[in-house]
């Protein structure tokens, strides 16, 4: 059953208590404003008694409007309410990695039940293993790129284990810029110093949130510093770490894609890479000497610049 609370909080108050009774899971604004609504059912019917209001549906709808409208408020600093646009819907939770070790003697007294008859908004049951072949699908279905998936598995280890996280990434791929060109033009590349093939790094996790951000970025930037253009991609990505992203982003050179994990092809490049117009070889050669996967890679491109075939 429901315990319903009879109290003078405002409507802010209210979802700060409800998230923070279930830290670190997401819910959306119509998650939270059913819940809410009988939770607090007594201050709620004046409200509900008001003409306008013809269904509960649309009473409900009301208060999802409300609890977007708040959203500055709910996110003043010691709230550690989190929220995230990307991928849709606007989820909204309580992060306990930032929280401040602080009693509640409330939230004791509070028994809630999700209702179980919706779809649940909390981070998707996946690992990022599991995005390795959504991702690799939108590179070869959207952008054309040929694909190769680096397992850390097969790298030598010489330096113990974790000793090549920083080392290279999830995945690499390879785009054909000579596909479709006249033969005489090709060759005219071949001889000369003409750019064939552009090489591309891809870091990926499953979401990037205020508490990994940072290090998953320069991870990134580490495994990707060889190749023309790099990319860290999540599956997930809060919204207070967008302007961290972008001033990384501008200042490293990396891009950022949001890889949708239900639909690839709707994946979304939120940060451009910035371009390099030349490989990092001696980069490439460490890999290659420590990385079975990534030496083939290296292969796959050097028969493509001989043979002009993958």
């Not at 090709?186 to 591309?200: F, N, T, Y």
Request: glycine share 4%.
């Amino acid at each position: 059953m429901l315990g319903l609370i009879v109290s003078t909080l405002s409507q802010t108050q209210r979802i700060i208590t409800f998230l923070k009774a279930h830290p670190d899971q997401k819910f959306t604004a119509r998650d939270i404003a059913k819940q809410i609504v009988v939770l607090y059912s007594k201050e709620y019917q004046e409200k509900r008694q008001n003409p306008r209001f013809k269904t509960e549906k649309e009473f409900v709808s009301q208060v999802v409007a409300e609890i977007g409208a708040q959203k500055d408020q709910l996110m003043k600093e010691g709230n550690n309410i989190c929220w995230q646009d990307k991928p849709r819907p606007r989820v909204y939770w309580y992060d306990s990695s930032t929280a401040i070790n602080e009693k509640n003697t409330e939230l004791a007294a509070i028994d809630i039940e999700v209702d179980d008859t919706e779809e649940s908004h909390s981070t998707p049951n996946f690992t990022e293993q599991d995005l390795y072949p959504l991702l690799i699908d939108y590179l070869d279905t959207e952008l054309k790129l040929h694909s190769w998936r680096i397992n850390e598995k097969s790298s030598r280890n010489k330096q113990g284990s974790g000793g090549n996280h920083w080392l290279h990434p999830d995945i690499v791929a390879m785009q054909l810029v000579d596909k479709g060109w006249d033969e005489i033009v090709r060759s005219c590349v071949k001889q000369g110093v003409g750019q064939r093939v552009r090489l591309w790094s891809f870091e990926v996790k499953k979401e990037l949130t205020t508490s990994n951000v940072r290090r998953s970025f320069f991870q990134a930037v580490s495994n990707s510093s060889w190749a023309n253009e790099g990319y860290l991609v999540a599956a997930s990505i809060t919204n207070n770490v967008m302007d961290e992203l972008k001033m990384l982003s501008a200042l490293h050179g990396i891009g950022v894609l949001l890889l949708n994990s239900e639909n690839p092809t709707e994946s979304e490049v939120l940060l451009p890479a910035r371009a390099k117009a030349d490989i990092d070889w001696q980069s490439v050669n460490r890999i290659v000497v420590e990385n079975k996967d990534f030496k083939k890679y290296i292969k796959a491109v050097s028969t493509y610049y001989q043979t002009g075939w993958i």
